[in-house]
């Protein structure tokens, strides 16, 4: 077991460096605020000697997404990065990666969808690709940006899987953020991620294959069953991995993270960057005597149901703090949270408040108010607002 | 070069195609050329969806299809892929889209892959319409052709613009080897995929390829077409190498051309047009081919 070297790094810088460390054959990259520094710094670790690898410079975000797949296909250890509107360009290539079961990692850099253009920080561009059938996963700081490439990689190859996984970081609280990270020694990442060979065959006229069929009606159904059922099987080998990642490392990783839930009558549910100051908020609250505890999702896709009934579902109520939002309804979380409830004989109150878009800040008396809202509905018997926004600026709604 | 791989064909026989279907002919004929060390691209559209339908698949060799708009972005994921693993080049890497996956859609897509010189061949099979969603215009789609999103009508000849220069725009890109070829041309056709697959870096064969369904012509005309547009001289028959775009080689010249009206009148797609239009697109087919000195 070689020693963790201490780095002081932008979160890009540490997802890029955890990709070098999985060793990748391709990586097809386009440019793009606020995920750019990845490219660049495959760029140099190539061009430096310190990583074998071809970085393909293509001529736009929908390119680089096909040229993932062609690489990947072809057995080659394959990722790239982008963020926005990148993404929203790939969409179409995200969900023929993940049906044609390639493992294809993706750094993201979150940050807000167009219109109005916006560079900063919030998660709809990944969760709009939540359809697609890749796992998702998001960092809370640049440790697990780090920390989730590798899992990323040997979680999507792990042959009970075979799909693709994107791991989200907050743009610019994180991507261009310096903060202390552990990097593993190269030796150890090599024995925990061996070298991929596709297990079911790759583009190889030794033994030719035709990938991306057409599936008629009477296949069609069985091949989305076949992939959904994939997805849905994950969990087991993501703990799985997580638990031996522990061993190795010494970091513990957890689809949801709960910080001090046990006894909690109101529990806080979120995602990303966010965490950290809503793990502040609950200190502060608990020292008040509030019983509030927060539960962190690092794993969004496949939706970790399972452990948020474990976790809430003994609390009285649960606020879920999407930063995302799908007009017409709520964030994707609180949906999700709430299916993951139906049909259970007791589940919490919850309400949903949406907030961080754009880049918009999140401070401490911020979560403390939601949790308020949270408690006056659960005192109330009645949720007045299923969803609201928070921070908002006033004086600009006028 | 073809006698061993010709053996074993690597695009089956039984594939779903329209009778008559000029990119059937020009498929055998491609990949026997190529032979059986090659990976293929394809991009969503009638080649695909008449030859991929799951669990039968007519290709011989590896094949993916992932959409419509980016089969040379795939193969210059392949192409690197295999160059970094690999290292030894020694399989041949097609890119194959039919006139809207390269004329229009997959434009942008194909540019990228010759900029950064992809030892990848793109075939483009042009039927001069979207055939596989019912006969709607493309750029590649010529003036006077009727189809059914460019209809003729009172107040409407079809297609009211020329047909894009593909080939002399991949010329453009200073890549080492740009070829227009027909069904009609069988051994310039193979020779020609043959000095795009040999070529160092990206090259285009530009393969004219009739469309019974949607020129509206007997299905046992295809080839008889493809060779009346070739003496016609509205598809001429080039090669341009070592990016020499100016240095146009024309393969396939006929002693004297024929009267466009030959090649038209046996379409129903041109059955509309009046003789002022037919001597319209004579005079534009004689000045292009006073470029070509044909």
């Known amino acids: ?398 | 070069m073809m006698a061993e791989d010709e053996k074993k064909e690597c695009f089956a026989s039984g594939h779903r195609m329209c009778a008559g279907c000029g990119e059937g002919t020009a498929m055998r004929a491609i990949l026997n050329e190529a032979g059986p060390n090659t990976i293929a691209t394809v991009a969503t559209g009638c080649l695909e969806v008449t030859t991929t339908a799951y669990p039968q698949t007519a290709w011989e060799i590896p094949l993916i299809h992932a959409a419509f708009e980016n089969a040379a972005s795939v193969a210059s994921g392949i192409e690197v892929a295999l160059k970094q693993m690999d290292k030894k080049g020694e399989t041949n890497i097609i890119s194959f889209a039919g006139d809207g996956g390269t004329f229009d859609i997959g434009f942008q897509a194909l540019s990228g892959m010759f900029e950064r010189k992809h030892n990848v061949t793109h075939i483009c099979l042009d039927n001069e319409a979207y055939m596989n969603t019912g006969i709607q215009r493309c750029s590649s789609t010529p003036y006077g052709a009727s189809t059914t999103t460019s209809p003729a009508g009172e107040v409407s000849i079809g297609e009211d613009r020329p047909k894009k220069p593909l080939a002399r725009i991949s010329g453009a890109h200073d890549i080492p080897y740009v070829a227009t070829a027909s069904i009609a041309y069988i051994d310039d056709l193979r020779k020609k995929v043959r000095k795009a697959l040999d070529a160092d870096g990206p090259a285009l064969v530009h393969v004219f390829a009739p469309c019974p369904t949607g020129w509206r012509h007997g299905s046992d005309d295809s080839i008889e077409l493809a060779r009346l547009a070739v003496e016609t001289g509205i598809f001429v028959l080039w090669e341009a190498e070592d990016g020499e775009i100016c240095d146009i080689n024309v393969t396939q010249k006929p002693k004297e051309r024929k009267p466009v009206e030959e090649y038209l009148k046996k379409q129903r797609r041109f059955a509309h047009l009046s003789d002022e239009h037919i001597e319209k697109i004579q005079k534009e087919v004689d000045e292009k081919c006073e470029e070509y000195d044909f």
């Open chain 1, 1 to 398: 077991m070689g020693e963790q070297k201490g780095m002081t790094i932008q979160g890009n810088m540490a997802t890029a460096l955890g990709a070098k460390l999985c060793r990748p054959d391709v990586i097809p990259a386009y440019p793009i605020t606020p995920s750019t520094l990845f490219p660049e710094k495959i760029s140099e670790y190539i061009a430096d000697g310190e990583l074998d690898a071809e970085m393909m410079r293509v001529e736009s975000e929908h390119s680089a997404m096909s040229a993932c797949i062609g690489a990947s296909a072809s057995g080659a250890r394959t990722c790239t990065a982008s963020a926005s509107q990148g993404i929203a360009l790939m969409h179409e290539m995200l969900f023929i990666a993940a049906g044609m079961r390639l493992p294809i990692v993706m750094a993201v850099g979150n940050r807000a969808l167009s219109a109005p253009i916006n560079i900063w920080a919030d998660h709809q561009d990944s969760i709009a690709s939540r359809d697609s059938g890749w796992m998702q996963f998001y960092a809370e700081k640049n440790q697990e940006g780090l920390d989730l490439m590798i899992l990323a990689f040997r979680i999507a190859e792990d042959e009970r899987v075979l799909l693709p996984a994107m791991v989200g970081i907050d743009g610019f609280v994180l991507t261009h953020t310096v903060e202390g990270v552990q990097v593993p020694a190269q030796e150890d990442v090599d024995e925990f991620l061996p070298p991929y060979e596709p297990p079911h065959g790759k583009l190889d006229p030794e033994n030719p294959m035709t990938f991306g069929s057409l599936g008629t009606p009477e296949y069609y159904q069985e091949l989305k069953y076949d992939q959904t059922e994939a997805l849905e099987n994950t969990p087991e080998v993501i703990d799985e991995i997580f638990d031996e990642f522990e061993e190795e490392f010494g970091r513990e990783y957890n689809r949801i993270t709960p910080y001090k839930c046990d006894d909690a009558d109101i529990i806080l549910l979120t995602m990303g960057s966010m965490s950290g100051t809503a793990r502040a908020a609950v200190d502060e609250m608990r020292e008040e005597g509030e019983k509030v505890g927060l539960a962190k999702m690092t794993v969004f896709r496949p939706f970790p149901g399972d452990l948020l009934k474990e976790i809430a579902g003994d609390a009285d109520g649960l606020a879920v703090v999407d930063r995302n939002i799908s007009p017409g309804f709520g964030g994707a979380m609180f949906a999700e949270s709430a299916g993951t409830f139906i049909n259970e004989n007791k589940s919490p109150v919850m309400k949903n408040f949406i907030v961080g878009l754009g880049g918009r800040e999140i401070f401490k008396e911020n979560f403390k108010e939601m949790y308020e809202k949270t408690k006056e509905a659960v005192e109330a018997g009645e949720v007045k607002k299923l969803v609201e926004w928070i921070n908002m600026n006033e004086d600009v709604m006028r």
